[in-house]
């Protein structure tokens, strides 16, 4: 059955469009990332206008995850003091990525922001996580895994100033890279239509040390309310929300998410972090694939209006 998207001016199937959502907040509850990363490009790579699909993602992100924050709320899972400094700062973030999302719009060049920064964004984070993941699996293979945290240890955090005391996370760090983390996550999710999740978990773990049954509920809470911020900025700012796309696309969300929670609760950190790094090593090949192969029809027609050439 096809619907008419009156945003992106097309019709796509919606049965296909709720298994895309489904897909994807399966992997939003599983991994605990907003799943926009995944869907975004999914949805330009079927047609979807890039502007449109990272405008209405956002919606969808927020249902996926808050559907998969409940989960944890219910476990105890979730640290909220944390969680409210990464979201006054991603919300601050928020802003600026709208009015970058607007001025690229305008000026032409949108559609390659985004792939260019898919692609080194992905490509870099996604080789991170494998990488890291695959040392630890080997490790563990080996009997001589390192412990998450050895007792005294510090990083450079720990050296800065304005000390915050997170009881929950058991941590007592500055919160001055916490404000930074929530600013970088919110201008990326604004304006690359992701959650900001696959970036933002291995911050907390590796940066701020946030204990591991704390980093995917804190990190579902900082994505949901990032992108309902960004979602409302792009609805105000560049019109560029389908509700219609969206509407469907959060139905499958809200499900997949559910039991993608689920299985996240059986699967060790390690093989997490190894699932999630190769999703996004291939998502990011697909987009070097879309900037560097000569496209099957090179040229497109379009009414241009009074003194735009």
Not at 145 to 164: A, D, F, I, T
Not at 187 to 206: D, N, R
Not at 243 to 251: E, G, P
Not at 279 to 306: E, N, Q
Request: hydrophobic content about 55%; overall charge positive; proline content about 4%.
């Amino acid at each position: 059955m096809n619907v008419y998207l009156p945003i992106a001016e097309l019709s796509v199937n919606l049965f296909f469009m709720i298994g895309i959502g489904g897909a994807v907040g399966f992997l939003s509850g599983l991994f605990g990332v907003g799943g926009g990363f995944l869907l975004t490009p999914l949805l330009i790579f079927t047609g979807i206008p890039a502007p449109v699909a990272v405008a209405s993602v956002t919606g969808t992100v927020v249902a996926a995850s808050t559907s998969g924050a409940q989960s944890y709320i219910r476990r105890g899972g979730i640290d909220f003091h944390l969680a409210t400094y990464l979201v006054l700062s991603g919300i601050i973030g928020a802003f600026f990525g709208v009015a970058t999302f607007s001025a690229l719009r305008n000026a032409g060049q949108l559609d390659l922001v985004i792939s260019v920064g898919y692609l080194v964004f992905l490509g870099s984070i996604g080789g991170l996580l494998l990488y890291e993941a695959i040392g630890s699996l080997v490790r563990r293979a080996k009997g001589n895994e390192r412990p998450h945290k050895l007792p005294g240890q510090h990083n450079w955090v720990h050296g800065l100033p304005m000390r915050v005391r997170f009881k929950r996370s058991n941590l007592y760090v500055s919160v001055l890279p916490v404000l930074a983390i929530g600013l970088v996550i919110g201008f990326l999710g604004s304006l690359l239509g992701i959650g900001g999740g696959f970036i933002l978990v291995p911050a907390l773990v590796y940066i701020l040390r946030v204990p591991g049954n704390m980093v995917i509920g804190t990190s579902l809470i900082q994505v949901l309310c990032i992108m309902a911020a960004t979602t409302v900025l792009h609805a105000v700012n560049s019109q560029s929300v389908d509700i219609v796309l969206a509407f469907s696309l959060m139905v499958g969300g809200v499900v997949g998410a559910q039991f993608g929670a689920s299985a996240g609760q059986r699967l060790r950190g390690d093989q997490l972090r190894a699932l999630l790094g190769l999703i996004v090593l291939a998502v990011a090949l697909r987009f070097a694939y879309s900037l560097f192969v000569t496209p099957l029809d090179p040229f497109s027609t379009a009414i241009l209006g009074l003194g735009e050439a």
